[in-house]
């Protein structure tokens, strides 16, 4: 089931709602990327976290891994914005 849409999105949701051509072009690359083998593996040890948790389907915080490797609780929005636009690392 899709996501419900938001009264106010963010600035890139704006964007590819008012340019369709975009968002069929990420979409595609998306659809690309989440078919490998890596990214099947990262998704089902979120979800076995958040099944153990009695999360799913239940919206609020996300699950993460951390850089030692380990899984925390977080809000979405931190969770998926850490490293800036395109998750390119911020310079410091």
Known sequence: MAPKKIKSPRKSAKYYRSNPE???KK???QRKRNKTTAAKKYRAEL???RRKDGN???GGKDYSHTKKGTL???SPSKNRARQGAGRRPKKK
Request: charged fraction near 35%.
């Open 47 to 49: 979800q076995a976290a």
């Open 56 to 58: 799913i389907g239940k």
């Open 22 to 24: 975009a968002r069929e």
């Open 72 to 74: 925390v609780r977080e």
């Open 27 to 29: 979409n595609a690359a």
